[in-house]
């Protein structure tokens, strides 16, 4: 399984950005999808997820940040507009097997590579 995470990089605070996450070797109409993230010297904390039907974005990122999902290409995508510097982190996509969206770090069944989101205030 392999989940290619792309689209990071540095934006002006207010910008916006567009995450995309490829998954490949997965039967991905039976995952959930989603990111978490990780700022420096922080814990990885869950951000947005997404399965066939429904989606949930963490309550302190609601209204900026966007999830969704093209099944036909196995990917997933996050938007998120009106950066803030505290958005700054590498962000890293999941997979979870079934329908669930109450993910933790330990219940996500595989990892993608992270991608570095940079917010200059």
């Known amino acids: 399984v392999q989940l290619q995470a792309s689209g990071g990089g540095l934006v002006q605070a207010g910008g916006s950005l567009k995450l995309s996450c490829v998954g490949s070797g997965l039967t991905f109409r039976n995952y959930g999808m989603g990111w978490f993230r990780q700022a420096p010297g922080k814990e990885r904390e869950f951000v947005s997820a997404i399965n066939w039907s429904d989606s949930v974005v963490s309550d302190s990122l609601k209204g900026r940040f966007t999830i969704s999902r093209d099944s036909a290409k196995a990917t997933i995508y996050l938007q998120m507009n009106n950066l803030k510097s505290e958005d700054t982190a590498v962000y890293y996509c999941?997979?979870?097997?079934?329908?669930?969206?109450?993910?933790?770090?330990?219940?996500?069944?595989?990892w993608g590579q992270g991608t570095l989101v940079t917010v200059s205030s």
């Open positions: 999941a997979a979870r097997y079934g329908a669930a969206l109450s993910w933790t770090t330990r219940t996500i069944s595989w």
